[in-house]
């Protein structure tokens, strides 16, 4: 082990050496942890929201780094499992010795290690996971993404607002489409909307038709459908194959160009919720959209724009807090208001860390996301 | 339910029971040679999707991608044979049931490595009806799917190739004795196990449209209940048994939904038939 | 931290390992599903500790009812052959994670977060530190005893084993409840560990993966098994460095090892 990590050091002695100092000042650079899934069931996603990160690394050290010091990545793959993520986690604060993590893993792996990187005072922002115990009564723990249940919020009030009443829920059976659900249940409740039909599907489900047959016989007005988008692709697809001609509504799950490519021309017209507004006319979001494409090939997903703003934030805290001490960090974090991010206008940031932030409906026309329109309304985003 | 919207399940189910049965053969084939569970295989299925859809990428040939993707899991599975089940020969059957499980995951791994994590569009069946309730994709799955078995059938059945692959899963060692040439014949029954596996995975990739690194997860336990409801070790019992597990999922998935965890009680029903019919559900009417 | 972290997990493998080796290096029963039993330690604990109750009540119920389901498993082994039981035991595992996530209580897909760890960092790992001792203690005071021999003969040809006068059937559901009690010890070790446990954290992988510590370590010895926890659990770890090839070879490692060392690191030749 302690050879393994010797080896370690010098070959990334080595590879800074021969990087140089770009034209930064003597002083060290601020090593920033980043926890992804780089293999395993959720690779597609790490990849993601670590080219999302790097993106804004990179951007950082071109406007002159955090406080004048070069930001560098230091990165692990968790593999999305816990069991990995308390030890890098763990890693990064003793050994890496970094200044703030960004986690850009799913759930399962952000709750154990947030636990970890709060308990010793080290600043943990999760990018895109939704489970809400990864930021409660956590000082240092922050999110920059949506909370499930208010995204299922607002996809209930989109529902309304097509002027729909009879839908049918389709449910992904993990934690994401819970709480997705859970907040759909009780906005749709609020609203008066009907649920004639609720079901629920193991991830990585591929075959759709025989819940859907039996979902064409209730009828329904529309389609609250959760998933990522390789189910998605297959829920949207099959459903149309079998005549089902209903509004579906998705959520950021879907969000990714990889949905509209696998589902072909069923996902036109499609309707998510999400927070990367693709007809923004805002520079940060125009500006992350063309520089991940030029970098990936591939225009941006959900997950990478969150990984970006995820390190811009805590990137602007730290300049405002003006040194690097997390306790100040944090106060500095939470008074940010009203910020525009790539994901969206942030209001505020919450007692528990998670952001109050605009949402987006985005619908698939010609192959591409377009806005269809965002919500604002600060009573439904509200956790 | 009417009768359309239950013809309807059933063609989807023949369809999927139908994927399984290609997977499962091959499987079974290898189990009733070697007395290994052949985990790898479910990585070989993986690599023939990835070899098809190269294939598909670089010429737009159908004919071209069958072919590339079925070769190169062929090639995979025989060198697997080679460089490692035929050397474990003789250990306990837990020594190369571990390697293999290494080996699925390393090609997975290898494949995302290679190809990136994403899933890749895979668009050769268009889902267009073509008599309804029939769909292009469920036609092409199901009639390729009969197509091969025949195929199989009559090369096994109608040759001296059969019969060896019979007489060494009844008693390796009097096969051996009468001069049967052990090393030709399973290499030829890993050729064949995973030239089916390889066009399992074209097949599912294009069904769905997608085919990712780990698509080979759900397979390589899957394979292994419909193999043992098919009784281990005799392929025409798993053909049926994966079959009939496609149509009933198909249909107890449209009726009952999720309430119940569909994998847990399929788990449940396994290990009764472990316990009370170990030689399959099927194994007294159907004889390998 | 960061090594008595490291080295916390390590040792809980190490305690799984040690008990699948009672099962399948000791009794000759290959189990795939052992993970369904550390599962059931973790739960236990998870979802007693949550409603209030001290960890010390809570862990020893985790380990009553693994021991519970072990004697079950236990008495279906005696039914199937090798390769069989290998494959009940897939289903088994299965079925326990099924369970978790249907059953009310258990907190669904969400799992159970927020379990609270009884002691702080270092005095936890101590308490992990003497149950892998004590366990593997008990490994070799069986291993040596009656029941040990008797095992390890049943290892090696159960029809001798019964012409000695052995009670087959007795030894393989001792081996049992002595194995997934211990795994169901360590997965209440676990628990107060990691603090959020969800269903897919026991699934099938994990099984294999315990397996697979015996067989790379060795089986049927003590120092085997951890050997092999150390080896494979302290993969990823060792392995950051290549951070895009950790998954790959770990794969390879497993296929390396037994196609050129089948009898495992430190075990007897086959």
């Known amino acids: 082990m302690r050879k393994v990590l010797a080896l370690f050091t010098l070959v990334l002695a080595l590879a800074l050496g021969s990087l140089g100092t770009a034209g930064f000042s003597q002083m060290p650079p601020i090593k920033v942890g980043v926890l992804a899934p780089l293999s395993g069931f959720a690779a597609a996603d790490g990849k993601s929201v670590l080219t999302g990160i790097q993106i804004a690394a990179e951007e950082i050290n071109a406007k002159g780094g955090i406080l004048g010091r070069r930001v560098e990545l230091v990165t692990y793959d968790d593999q999305a499992d816990p069991k990995q993520a308390v030890s890098f986690t763990r890693r990064l604060i003793e050994l890496e010795r970094v200044a703030f993590i960004i986690g850009g893993s799913y759930s399962g792996a952000s709750l154990a290690a947030s636990p970890v990187a709060n308990e010793a005072g080290v600043l943990f922002m999760a990018a895109y996971a939704v489970h809400p115990d990864i930021t409660r009564a956590k000082p240092f723990a922050f999110r920059m993404g949506l909370l499930g249940p208010v995204q299922g919020r607002v996809g209930a009030q989109l529902v309304k607002d097509l002027k729909l009443k009879r839908v049918a829920i389709l449910t992904i059976q993990n934690d994401f489409g819970r709480a997705l659900e859970a907040g759909f249940r009780e906005h749709a409740k609020k609203v008066g909307l009907e649920v004639v039909f609720a079901e629920a599907y193991p991830p990585g489900n591929q075959n759709f038709t025989p819940l859907l047959t039996r979902l064409r016989g209730v009828a329904p007005d529309a389609i609250y459908a959760s998933g990522y988008y390789a189910e998605a692709a297959n829920l949207v697809r099959q459903a149309r194959a079998l005549g089902l001609r209903v509004p579906i509504i998705g959520q950021e799950g879907y969000d990714s160009p990889k949905f509209i490519e696998l589902a072909g021309p069923a996902a036109e017209g499609v309707l998510l919720t999400t927070t990367l507004d693709r007809d923004s006319r805002n520079p940060e979001v125009q500006g992350f959209l063309k520089k991940y494409r030029e970098r990936a090939g591939i225009p941006a997903d959900m997950v990478a724009a969150s990984g970006f703003s995820a390190l811009k934030v805590m990137a602007l805290s730290v300049e405002k807090a003006n040194r690097l001490d997390s306790e100040a960090v944090r106060w500095a974090l939470r008074s940010l208001t009203n910020l525009e991010s790539a994901v969206g206008h942030i209001y505020y940031f919450t007692e528990d860390g998670d952001p109050v932030k605009t949402a987006t409906v985005q619908v698939v026309r010609n192959g591409e996301f377009r806005r269809f329109r965002n919500y604002t309304d600060l009573s439904l985003l509200k956790p | ?288 | 931290m960061y090594s008595i972290t490291v080295l916390s997990l390590l040792c809980i493998y190490a305690i799984v390992a040690i008990s699948l080796n009672l099962v399948t290096g000791l009794a000759g029963q290959v189990t795939l599903g052992h993970a369904a039993f550390f599962g059931i330690g973790a739960y236990a604990v998870g979802f007693l500790t949550t409603r209030g109750l001290p960890f010390f009540l809570a862990w020893p119920v985790g380990v009553f009812i693994a021991a519970g389901l072990g004697l079950l498993l236990g008495g279906i082994s005696l039914r199937l052959r090798e390769d069989f039981l290998a494959i009940a035991t897939i289903g088994f595992n299965f079925v326990v994670v099924a369970a978790f996530l249907y059953l009310p209580y258990f907190g669904g897909a969400y799992g159970i977060s927020g379990i609270p760890r009884p002691l702080g960092n270092t005095w936890f790992f101590l308490l992990i530190l003497v149950s892998t001792l004590a366990v593997m203690w008990l490994h070799e005071h069986v291993r040596r005893s009656d029941l040990g021999l008797a095992l390890m003969s049943l290892r090696e040809s159960e029809l001798a084993a019964e012409t000695l006068g052995v009670d087959v059937r007795r030894f393989k559901i001792t081996a049992f409840v002595l194995g997934t009690g211990i795994a169901g010890l360590a997965g209440g070790l676990y628990a107060g560990y990691i603090g959020v446990i969800r269903p897919e954290d026991f699934g099938f992988p994990l099984s294999v993966t315990f397996l697979a510590m015996v067989a790379v370590g060795g089986m049927g010895t003590l120092w085997g098994p951890v050997a092999g926890a150390f080896l494979l659990g302290g993969f990823a770890q060792a392995f950051a460095f290549v951070y895009n090839y950790q998954l790959v070879l770990y794969g390879l490692l497993l296929a390396l090892i037994m196609r050129y060392r089948p009898q495992g690191l430190l075990g007897r030749i086959l």
């Open chain 2, 1 to 288: 339910m009417d009768w359309s919207t239950l013809a309807a399940l059933t063609v989807d189910g023949l369809a999927v029971g139908s994927i399984y049965a290609l997977t499962a053969f091959g499987l079974t084939l290898v189990y009733g040679l070697l007395r290994v569970l052949h985990v790898a295989h479910a990585g070989v299925y993986a690599v023939g999707a990835y070899g098809g859809w190269l294939a598909y990428t670089l010429t737009g040939n159908l004919g071209g991608t069958i072919v590339v993707g079925t070769l190169l899991a062929v090639i995979v599975g025989v060198f697997l044979e080679w460089w490692f089940y035929r050397p474990l020969q003789g250990k306990p059957p837990l020594v190369p049931l571990i390697g293999s499980i290494g080996l699925f995951v390393a090609v997975g791994d290898l494949l995302r490595i290679l190809f990136g994590p994403y899933q890749q569009s895979f668009p050769v069946l268009p889902p267009r009806p073509i008599l309804s309730p029939l769909t292009l994709p469920q036609v092409a799955v199901v009639g390729s799917t009969v197509l091969l078995f025949l195929l199989v059938y009559v090369v096994t059945n109608r040759t001296a190739l059969g019969l060896s692959w019979k007489a060494i899963a009844q008693d390796l060692e009097m096969a051996a004795a009468v001069g049967i040439p052990l090393p030709r014949y399973t290499r030829m029954a890993f050729a064949l196990a995973s030239g089916l596996a390889g066009v399992a995975g074209i097949l599912v990739g294009a069904y769905y449209n997608q085919i990712y690194p780990s698509m080979g997860s759900v397979p390589a336990y899957k394979a292994l209940a419909v193999v043992v409801l098919g009784g281990l070790g005799n392929p025409w019992g798993t053909v049926v048994a994966g079959v009939l597990l496609g149509v009933i999922e198909s249909i107890a998935t449209a009726f009952l939904g999720n309430q119940f965890p569909p994998e847990g009680v399929a788990f449940l029903a396994m290990i009764l038939v472990l316990l009370f019919r170990p030689q399959g559900l099927l194994a007294s009417r159907i004889q390998g």
